[in-house]
């Protein structure tokens, strides 16, 4: 892979494009194995001893490489190691959810050095959103080791999605303070680096692809439950976000089994929502004879239904039932999905669907294949650890690794 400069520089073929190409797959190579011989990156990238060995000591002058321990356990004098220099640069993520923000710094082998969560119960009045995001931020950075300064990008996951054309959040009339038409230049004034602000959901999407069950999908559905229901559309290997950012949306989708929401964006909700949201499972549950239902947020709520569900022993049972029915009402929705987008894959993520785990996979699975005509494979996420935080880092240290590993200039 190689980025085209200006000028001569930019031409294919030129030794200094052809060098840079070389160094990015030497940098690739060690990111994806870890500490590599000179020997070893050479029959990796099919470079010959000499010019692996100036690719290396190029790479260790620039500051993006080190020389670390000997290869083991082979007779007679171990071979130098090499690995990518972590504090070659560092990248943060921001995590915002109505009750949280929480923010992770990854150095550029995406290792996270430093995380820190701003609770914001309430804070409707309170503490502007800036201050939030640089608070959070600065938790982050201090828990690292390191200054706001050694961020070179930082990428931001909210629920909904700014408007390209106004700049204007939509789509989450749940998140107190972020609505200002302002509120981007505050933050853009506010913080030293790149920052670029991506939907929650996508975010998750990015993590699954780059690291989790969607590695090597070019087009896929990611569904999503947890304070929201909503899905990412991966299409040719890109996420597709739509005309005003709102493609996924899909708890406003009108759906058999809810009633037809109007006004939906007054409302914040919709029919699929309504059906098969976190927030519908307790009353499901009650209806169906299940009496050990628990207090608490819905979302972890949700979640510890689901998860007794899918352990349950009984064949039949109010448990089972409520798996079998939240799994009829989940492929209702996603029918209409993969009937327009004909996904190779579906992930189902989020806690309330992941806490289902194989069992309700394999019934989601088993409705879809009544509802809709392709059939799409369905997989649990993998990544179930903060996966919008993660989606965010992968995404920052994408576009990081891009600028600081490019050595053509």
């Given at each position: 892979m190689w980025t085209r400069m200006a000028g001569t520089a930019g031409t294919p073929g030129t030794p200094r494009v052809l060098r840079a190409m070389n160094d990015r797959a030497a940098l690739d190579l060690l990111l994806e194995h870890g500490p590599l011989s000179r020997t070893r990156i050479g029959k990796l990238t099919g470079l010959s001893k000499p010019t692996a060995s100036q690719l290396l000591a190029r790479l260790e002058a620039a500051g993006l490489v080190l020389a670390g321990g000997t290869t083991e356990g082979r007779p007679g004098p171990g071979a130098q190691l090499y690995e990518v220099n972590p504090?070659?640069?560092?990248?943060?993520?921001?995590?915002?959810?109505?009750?949280?923000?929480?923010?992770?710094?990854?150095?550029?082998?995406?290792?996270?050095?430093?995380?820190?969560?701003?609770?914001?119960?309430?804070?409707?009045?309170?503490?502007?959103?800036?201050?939030?995001?640089?608070?959070?931020?600065?938790?982050?950075?201090?828990?690292?080791?390191?200054?706001?300064?050694?961020?070179?990008?930082?990428?931001?996951?909210?629920?909904?999605?700014?408007?390209?054309?106004?700049?204007?959040?939509?789509?989450?009339?749940h998140l107190p303070g972020w609505h200002s038409p302002a509120l981007l230049e505050e933050l853009a004034a506010a913080l030293p680096m790149p920052v670029e602000y991506e939907n929650d959901v996508n975010l998750a999407a990015v993590a699954e692809q780059r690291l989790g069950a969607a590695r090597g999908h070019e087009d896929f559905v990611l569904l999503w439950n947890q304070e929201g229901l909503g899905a990412a559309l991966v299409l040719g290997g890109r996420l597709h976000r739509g005309w005003t950012g709102g493609a996924g949306e899909v708890g406003f989708l009108p759906v058999p089994g809810a009633p037809l929401v109007r006004k939906v964006s007054r409302t914040g909700s919709g029919g699929f929502q309504e059906l098969a949201g976190s927030q519908a499972l307790a009353g499901l549950a009650r209806e169906l004879g299940v009496t050990d239902v628990p207090s608490g947020p819905y979302p972890e709520v949700a979640a510890t239904l689901v998860a007794r569900a899918a352990r349950a022993d009984a064949a039949d049972g109010p448990h089972?039932?409520?798996?079998?029915?939240?799994?009829?009402?989940?492929?209702?929705?996603?029918?209409?999905?993969?009937?327009?987008?004909?996904?190779?894959?579906?992930?189902?993520?989020?806690?309330?669907?992941?806490?289902?785990?194989?069992?309700?996979?394999?019934?989601?699975?088993?409705?879809?294949?009544?509802?809709?005509?392709?059939?799409?494979?369905?997989?649990?996420?993998?990544?179930?650890?903060?996966?919008?935080?993660?989606?965010?880092?992968?995404?920052?240290?994408?576009?990081?690794?891009?600028?600081?590993?490019?050595?053509?200039?």
């Open positions: 504090a070659a640069a560092y990248a943060a993520g921001i995590d915002v959810t109505p009750d949280r923000v929480l923010a992770a710094v990854a150095d550029v082998t995406g290792r996270t050095v430093g995380r820190y969560e701003l609770p914001t119960p309430g804070r409707r009045a309170a503490t502007p959103v800036v201050q939030q995001v640089t608070d959070a931020l600065d938790g982050a950075v201090k828990a690292a080791g390191l200054a706001r300064d050694d961020v070179h990008r930082l990428v931001i996951g909210t629920p909904g999605a700014f408007d390209p054309g106004t700049g204007r959040l939509r789509y989450a009339s089972r039932r409520l798996l079998q029915t939240y799994a009829t009402r989940l492929a209702t929705g996603l029918a209409s999905l993969v009937s327009v987008l004909d996904p190779e894959l579906v992930v189902l993520s989020g806690t309330s669907l992941t806490a289902g785990g194989e069992a309700l996979r394999d019934l989601v699975r088993d409705e879809l294949e009544e509802l809709a005509a392709s059939r799409p494979r369905l997989a649990v996420g993998d990544v179930t650890e903060h996966p919008v935080l993660r989606g965010a880092l992968e995404s920052a240290l994408a576009t990081t690794r891009d600028e600081v590993f490019d050595t053509s200039r």
